[in-house]
Structures are given as C-alpha cells and as structure tokens.
C-alpha cells in the first residue's frame, strides 16, 4: 500500500495562494490516481481536483476551475495543489488520496488511501 504525507497548508488571506504538496511512500507512485478532497465543518467531503497515473488527464470540481491546478511529480512521488485566488468558502481540511483502480478520475469511492490532512484557513 501507500502512505501519503500532506503538507503546505495553513492560513491566508483571500485572494491569496497556497501550494500543497503529498508525498507518497511504499508501492509505486505510478500506479496510483490521485486526488485532492476537503472537508469543511458541517459538509461532505468532497473532491476537489484528481490526477491521473501519468498527469496527463485531470479533473476539477466546478467551484476551483481556474483557480486551482493540480500537478505530479512522479520522480520525487509527489503530487501538489496549487490554489490561486483563495476564497473563504476553500476554507476546510484538505485531503490527499490515492487510487489503485483503473475508472474515470471523478468516481470518489475509488480512493481507498488517504493522508492526515492539512488545514486551510482564508480570512477576509
């Protein structure tokens, strides 16, 4: 399996940027989908941005597009997120995820490895 490490969060302003980094340890990073979820108080994780094997195919969740971009380093095991104009509402713990099966980057139950998170606080 894969353990996967989150790291960059932390609190800033609105319209600000933050880069999130997850470095993924154990079985080769390759094979693995990734994905990026949050979850604020009181909602449903939900997905956010999702990479495939190769970093070649991605998807983002309507609310992000434009301001978000996800990215992997397959060498350094490594995916990233980078988040531009934050919004208070992109307030929330933001997962990393990995996949090990082969379906549409968009299908959620599909993530069967997660990290610890890391908290994103934007303030107005």
């Known amino acids: 399996q894969v353990q996967l490490v989150e790291s960059g969060g932390g609190p800033v302003q609105a319209g600000g940027s933050l880069r999130l980094s997850c470095a993924a340890s154990?079985?080769?990073?390759?094979?693995?989908?990734m994905g990026w979820f949050r979850q604020s108080p009181g909602k449903e994780r939900e997905l956010v941005a999702a990479?495939?094997?190769?970093?070649?195919?991605?998807y983002y969740t309507d609310s992000v597009k434009g301001r978000f971009t996800i990215s992997r380093d397959n060498a350094k095991t490594t995916v990233y997120l980078q988040m531009n104009n934050l919004k208070p509402e992109d307030t929330a713990v933001y997962y990393c995820?990995?996949?090990?099966?082969?379906?549409?980057?968009?299908?959620?139950?599909?993530?069967?490895?997660w990290g610890q998170g890391a908290q994103v606080t934007v303030s107005t």
């Open positions: 990479i495939n094997r190769s970093g070649a195919s991605t």
């Open positions: 154990g079985r080769t990073f390759s094979n693995y989908n």
């Open positions: 995820a990995a996949s090990d099966f082969i379906t549409a980057l968009r299908i959620t139950a599909q993530y069967n490895y």
